[in-house]
């Protein structure tokens, strides 16, 4: 068979096995696994010593988000070249319902303005419920029928906050179609009350962001959509868990068999408290909700990801520049942007973290980064290594050893909170849907190529 393009030589990384393999390419699809591929290719990429592993699927995503009269600072296009240059191959964006607009038109809108701006790699969408009516609950059959089977809610930010009413229908309808609500996991009320007594005391810095958002605050609403789950016999996935304390609810919940699941994300695994307090008003860099916490969290969240009471990384990439957006919160921590970037940069730091450290194994990596999101959010021809799966691939260079810094990335934005860290290891090549779109830290690849992919949940 003539091929398109040959990957010769490399540790082929599954979740379950590494195994030294060729894997051939025929139009987007790999089409040959085996122990070595002579047939004729137009390419051929050598990747002796190199790690062979899935395309990363990030899951939690803000591109083009609108805030405060603005919109976080990567749109489409910039930040699918960013993503793709840091191994991403899928991105799934939240797309919050705007007044007045169904859930479809939101969807719709949102697909616009992606292949609008331009759009490098795969995307789907996550809409955000913030409408309330029966008329909203009763748009998510055709949704779920038509690709889209998860819904984001709040359980803060005022006029977004779910009220206890409607997440309940949303987990009957979800249930019954084959959907999943995600949540973002913070009780409102602990969160304002702090707002209000830090607003009288004037202890208004960044640091303060974090006080006003105590774990416990997580730990209460997760339980509340614990029992709610529960009760509904439904399903769940909480977005961006932070703390040792949420996790032990979730630990406790799944052990009882609540179907209850969670992503965590790199800020939570490596950076703290601390980063808050750093001079000249840097600890703006690190305001987002909920926020990083502290060491022994860190520590916690590592091991739920080993043992896979954490079922994936994700970013929450929603990136404001530090010289300019973040800077409307500098006497008031409120006014500040919430989000940070970590579109391009989250392969690298779980695998010079966690797999160069010894504290997951590639196997892990591959699991938590690209295999998981691939099944809980329905993605069937993404997320592993095999015959018949889109060629969406990442050749990794295990030992490439440089250190993080903005001017390195790709990202639109003036920082990244991991400047200087050492870094272990680098994407060499990033391969979307068969074709090279990133090479040696370049974007190569077109902004049309990106395709909206339907989803299904055969869980
Ligand atoms: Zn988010």
Redesign the pocket.
């Known amino acids: 068979m003539r091929l398109d393009l040959v990957v010769k030589n490399g540790k082929v990384v599954t979740e379950s096995d590494t195994f030294t393999a060729d894997i051939g390419i025929k139009g987007k699809k790999i089409v040959k696994i085996a122990q070595e591929i002579d047939d004729d290719a137009e390419e051929t990429i050598d990747a002796k010593g190199k790690y062979v592993m899935p395309g990363v699927i990030d899951a ?3 591109l083009h988000m609108p805030f405060m009269g603005s919109h976080s600072v990567d749109n489409y296009k910039t930040g699918t070249i960013a993503a793709a240059c840091g191994g991403v191959t899928s991105v799934i964006d ?1 797309d919050v319902q705007q007044e007045g607009e169904t859930l479809h038109e939101a969807v719709e809108r949102k697909k616009k303005t992606a292949f609008d701006q331009g759009v490098a790699i795969d995307f789907s969408l996550h809409p955000g419920v913030t409408q309330w009516g029966q008329e909203t609950i009763d748009e998510i059959p055709d949704l779920i029928k038509n690709g889209v089977p998860s819904f ?1 809610v709040f359980t803060v930010y005022g006029a977004w906050q779910v009220k206890n009413e409607t997440l309940l229908k949303l987990l009957d309808v979800t249930k019954r179609y084959g959907g999943l609500v995600n949540v ?1 996991a913070e009780n409102d009320d602990i969160i304002q009350m702090l707002n209000k007594k830090f607003e009288e005391e004037g202890t208004l810095d960044p640091l303060h962001h974090a006080l006003s958002h105590p774990p416990e605050a997580e730990k209460e609403a997760v339980e509340r959509l614990i029992n709610l789950t529960n009760y509904m016999d439904s399903r769940l996935y909480i ?2 868990l932070s703390s040792k304390m949420g996790l032990e609810a979730i630990k406790h919940a799944q052990t009882q068999g609540t179907n209850i699941m969670c992503e965590t994300c790199p800020q939570y695994l490596f950076l703290s408290t601390d980063n808050f307090k750093e001079p000249n008003f840097e600890g703006a860099k690190y305001v987002m909700s909920p926020p990083p916490r502290e060491k022994e969290d860190q520590e916690a969240l590592w091991t739920g990801l080993k043992f896979g009471f954490v079922k994936t990384i994700a970013t ?1 990439h ?1 990136p404001f520049n530090f010289n300019k957006e973040k800077q409307n919160g500098k006497d008031d921590y409120k006014k500040i942007p919430n ?1 940070a970037p970590g579109i391009e940069t989250s392969l690298m730091l779980m695998y010079s973290e966690g797999v160069a450290k010894g504290r997951i194994t590639i196997n892990d990596l591959v699991r938590i980064m690209c295999t998981n999101p691939a099944k809980i959010f329905g993605m069937q021809d993404k997320g592993s290594i095999a015959i018949g799966k889109d060629a969406d691939i990442v050749v990794y260079d295990p030992d490439a050893k440089w250190t993080m810094s903005i001017d390195k990335l790709h990202m639109n934005v003036d920082y990244t909170p991991y400047e200087g860290m050492p870094i272990t290891g680098k994407p060499e090549v990033t391969i979307s849907k068969g074709r090279v779109v990133a090479r040696d830290g370049e974007f190569v690849g077109d902004t049309k190529w990106g395709e909206f992919v339907k989803r299904h949940l055969d869980y």
């Open positions: 939690h995503t803000h939240y984001k973002h977005v961006h929450d929603c989000g």
